[in-house]
Every structure is written in C-alpha cells, then in structure tokens.
C-alpha cells in the first residue's frame, strides 16, 4: 500500500480540536456525535429517496395516463417508465459536481445543496400541467424535472456515506455506513404510502388533483431535513486533507488516473442493487398494465416489500463490521440470481399476493449488498478523493444499472409481446455480476485510514 500522507493516530482525529467550524455548526448549535450523524443521514437520504421514488411510484399509477397517453395502456406505461431512466442518467452529472464540491469545500455544504435542489423540482413536478392542458410540452418538462431530481440525488448519496461513515467510530464504519442506505427503502415505503392514502379519494378526483399532493408535500420534508442538516459538523478526515493540503485541484482525474480498478469494482459491487428496479419498478407496472391487476397492488406491495427491506438492512448491518463485507454482497448475488425466474412466475400467477411475494423477497435478498455498499467503496479511496471516488463508481452503476437497464428491459419485453424472460434474465445476470465484483474486491488495498496516498 502507498504511504500515507497526513495520517495520525487514532486518537488525535477524534480529539484534537479542529476550530470553530468543528465544534458549532450553521444551525448554531453543537454538532451531532457519531450516532445523531447517522440518524441525520439516514434522515436527509429518506427525504431525498421519497423525492425520487414517489415520481417512480407514480409513474406506475398515473403518471403515464396523464403525460404520455397512448391507445395501448402497456406501451403508455413502458413509454414512461422509460422515463426513469432520465433520472439515472443525470445521476453521474450530479455526482461529479457536487463530489467535486464536496473534495475541495467539504461535505456537508455540497448535501444542503442537493436537498434543496431535490426539493425544489419535486414540488415542481406537482405544479406541472398534463398532456391534455399544454399538449407536448407537459412530457418535456416532466423528463427536464426528472433529470433534476437525478442531479441532487447523484450528489447525495456519496455525501451520506461520508458523512456516516468518517464520523463513525472504527469498529462500526459499516453499521453506521449502512444507515443512508435505510433511506431507499424507507423513501419508497412513505412515496408508497402516501400515494395509497391518496388514491383512497374517488379515482376522478385523484386522477384531476390528488396525485399532485404527494409532490407537493416534499415542501415539509425539505424543512426537516435542511434542519437536521445544518446540525451536522464537517468530518475530520476531510478537515485533516485540508489541514495537510492534501486537498486535489481536480479530484476526478486523481481518481481515473490513479484508482479506476476501484472505480471499476466498486461500480460492480454497486450494480445489483441498482439493477432492483426491474423489480421494484418495472414487475409492479407489468403486473398492473399485462397481468390485469390493479393499480393498488402495486404500491400494496411496495410498502410490504420496503417495510420488509428496512428490518433485513438492519439485520444485515449489524453484522457487516463483523464479517467482511464482500461476502454480504456475494450472498445477495447468489439470491438474486436464483430468485429472478422464479419472482416473475409467481407474479404472473399469483395475483397480488403473488406480486408481494415476488418484490419482497427480491428485496430481502437484496439487503446484504445493499447495507455493504458504502463501507465497501468507501474504504477503496483516500479521503482526499473519496467523494469523488465513490460518486463516480456508485453512479457508474446507477447510469447502467438503474438507467440504461429498466430502457433495455422495457425495449425487449415490448419486442417479444410481453414476455417477462428479457426482465428475469437480466435481474439474474446482475446477481452473477455482483458475485464476481465481490471477489475482486477483496483484492484491492483498504485505504479507510488514509488521508491522502503519494502516486505510486
């Protein structure tokens, strides 16, 4: 392993007094411990994933009726499913910007700034007018939010995971890097539920307003979290790179020119549970336009399913700095894999006890990979470039794992009449790819401690 540069014991980083911008915070008070930062992440992650799943929830529902309607209710819906792929794609942009932000200014500043960002767009989708009121217009401005809501969430997650993961003492860096990842479970748990409440009206009220509300509730979540937010200190990995100006002028080319192999491999760790939106999502809309089950199954068993998912990630995270964590995403490869023909059979036949069956255990078998993401990627980067060496592997996953994928997938399950084997093949090659990215993980050198690393 290269030499570290600006690497102390220990007990310095957790003691040694770091100044006024350590010891207060812009909330003018005194910042969160360990634990109260976890909990801040989890909560600022939950907000921003209900933002960017109640539009995914959403478009199974009534999105696709409203702003792409088409004679055939399938290729509606296939045609605005494809639209989630948007947000994908923006995600990388995200990233790199505000990893790029977060490597030379700090964290917590770039993370104010994508929930704000995600807040924003999420209202204003609930402002939008439909096809039917302004015509073309009503799509492309839907697509231009979606990818908005791609752009702050691309620059989230990397900045959670930091945030967890260098405040966290050492001997629970991957429990306490598990929490962020409770928020896509739990964002699509209350996007879920708060649709289901709503569609609870008479459907032509609904149809006319109703699905506007779980959008434009995002205004109170976008209170919450900016004050949970503004009372999180910056982490002092990050203020011990700045103190040794270890700080890199332009810290993707450092990563690309330095750490593509982590890179790579953490891309590959991270895909399987980018790659659960075939179920998560596009089983749900199939079940609902092709199988001929309504509209309520759909989010009836994504709240199952993420109700599910929260209590397996926790089970999975508190063993995770107990084990290594390459083998929990191994272990969900595996489970994957197996469970993809089978998932779509059962939907298929089994109505909407079929359908909750098929998205919760696809969500069960998911947990141990994605509760060992953050610490796995987080520990392949020095911390003077790791938000930007996490963002760039974990959206690298994201642009082809959750945009490209559900794209290729509803383009095959059209051209074979509506057949589900494009979908469950694909699912199960995820879980052999994870298999595969978690042995070459093992692999590579653990820089969790470094602050910066001389070139080789």
Known sequence: MPPAVGSRPRGEEEHEDMGTEDTTTAAG???LGPRGVAAASLIGTTIEYYDFTVYST???????ALFFPAADPLVSSLVALST??????ARPVGGLLFAHFGDRWGRRGALVVSL???GASTVAVGLLPTYAEVGVLAPVLLVALRFVQ????????????????EHAPREKRSFYGSFPMFGSPLGILSSAGVIALFQLMPAEQFRAWGWRMPFLLSVVLLAVGLYVRLRVSETTQF??????????????VDVLRRFWPAVLVGA??????HAGYIVATFLPSLATTAYGLPKSAATTALIIASALMVVALYAFGRRLDRHEPSGFTALSGVLVALWAFPAFLIAESGGTAGLVVAVSVNFVFNSAAIAAVPALVARLFPANVRYTGISTAYQLAAVVGGGLLPILVSYLVKTTGGAFWPAAALMSASGLLAIGAAAWCRRLPVLADEVATTPA
């Open 29 to 31: 008070r005194a910042p």
């Open 58 to 64: 959403s478009v199974v529902v009534v999105l696709g």
């Open 116 to 118: 704000v960002l995600m």
């Open 84 to 89: 989630i792929g948007v947000g994908f794609l």
């Open 150 to 165: 791609g752009l702050a969430v691309g620059g989230e997650w990397g900045g959670a995971v930091l945030l967890a993961v």
């Open 268 to 273: 590959g760790v991270s895909f399987l549970p």
């Open 239 to 252: 203020l011990a790179a700045r103190q040794e100006r270890a700080v890199v002028r332009v810290p993707l």
